[in-house]
């Protein structure tokens, strides 16, 4: 049974510049993605798909492959993360490289561990699962949220006024980390969320969305306690 890990990490990100390779406590934040996925030893390669030739080469120093540069097809802002991992499994079978399941990892996944990738393969094995993804539950009940239509404040859901939260089933959402999969359910359905996907739950304290320099701050604090927990 072979495994790789296959991290997506365009060069064009808009929002916070060169995200990918900033700087996140001394080292790109890359790396953490890289270096997490080889020591966890569950895949024969690392490999970053990027479009960048500077992201290439500080994954190269971090100890993963980049066997060539992602196409301008599949680095524009409409391409999907399932297209790029599809264009890795074709560059890869040209060559004469096949692989029985493969985990997307996002190059900003600092909290992934080798317990909870472990426990994603499992649930794909044991469950014949499409694909597996690790899940955090939303803080506050959403059946209780609101929305704003013309300065005007109303529930989403007004049944569940007088609901109380612990009486209310528990939501999740993605937690942006990882994603394992079948490459060819992939190649045939290329989405990573499908009828057939399993899930591992993880705790709001090792879970961060990083798409502003807000986020960024809060993923420092979060990674800092999350290491000085883990050290003792």
Same mark, same amino acid.
């Given at each position: 049974?072979?495994?790789?890990?296959?991290?997506?990490?365009?060069?064009?990100?808009?929002?916070?510049?060169?995200?990918?390779?900033?700087?996140?406590?001394?080292?790109?934040?890359?790396?953490?993605?890289?270096?997490?996925?080889?020591?966890?030893?569950?895949?024969?390669?690392?490999?970053?798909?990027?479009?960048?030739?500077? @992201? !290439?080469?500080?994954?190269? &120093?971090?100890?993963? /492959?980049?066997?060539? %540069? =992602?196409?301008?097809?599949?680095?524009? #802002? @409409? !391409?999907?993360?399932?297209? &790029?991992?599809?264009? /890795?499994?074709?560059? %890869? =079978?040209?060559?004469?490289?096949?692989? #029985?399941? !493969?985990?997307?990892?996002?190059?900003?996944?600092?909290?992934?561990?080798?317990?909870?990738?472990?426990?994603?393969?499992?649930?794909?094995?044991?469950?014949?699962?499409?694909?597996?993804?690790?899940?955090?539950?939303?803080?506050?009940?959403?059946?209780?949220?609101?929305?704003?239509?013309?300065?005007?404040?109303?529930?989403?859901?007004?049944?569940?006024?007088?609901?109380?939260?612990?009486?209310?089933?528990?939501?999740?959402?993605?937690?942006?980390?990882?994603?394992?999969?079948?490459?060819?359910?992939?190649?045939?359905?290329?989405?990573?969320?499908?009828?057939?996907?399993?899930?591992?739950?993880?705790?709001?304290?090792?879970?961060?969305?990083?798409?502003?320099?807000?986020?960024?701050?809060?993923?420092?604090?979060?990674?800092?306690?999350?290491?000085?927990?883990?050290?003792?």
């Amino acid at each position: 049974m072979k495994s790789i890990a296959i991290i997506p990490a365009r060069g064009g990100s808009k929002r916070i510049p060169k995200k990918n390779i900033k700087k996140f406590s001394g080292k790109p934040i890359i790396n953490y993605s890289i270096e997490a996925a080889l020591i966890s030893g569950l895949f024969s390669e690392v490999i970053v798909s990027t479009d960048s030739e500077e @992201i !290439a080469q500080i994954s190269r &120093a971090a100890g993963a /492959v980049v066997p060539f %540069l =992602r196409s301008k097809e599949n680095a524009n #802002d @409409i !391409a999907t993360t399932a297209d &790029a991992l599809n264009e /890795v499994t074709l560059e %890869l =079978r040209k060559i004469g490289k096949d692989f #029985d399941f !493969a985990c997307c990892i996002y190059p900003t996944a600092l909290f992934m561990a080798k317990g909870d990738l472990k426990k994603g393969l499992d649930l794909l094995l044991e469950n014949d699962f499409d694909t597996v993804l690790p899940v955090v539950e939303f803080s506050y009940p959403i059946l209780r949220s609101f929305k704003i239509e013309n300065e005007k404040l109303k529930m989403n859901w007004p049944e569940h006024y007088d609901s109380r939260s612990q009486d209310l089933e528990a939501s999740y959402h993605d937690a942006g980390q990882w994603y394992w999969y079948k490459p060819e359910k992939l190649l045939e359905n290329p989405t990573l969320f499908t009828t057939n996907t399993g899930a591992v739950q993880l705790t709001e304290d090792r879970v961060q969305d990083i798409d502003s320099e807000t986020d960024w701050q809060i993923a420092e604090l979060k990674y800092k306690s999350w290491k000085s927990r883990n050290q003792h």
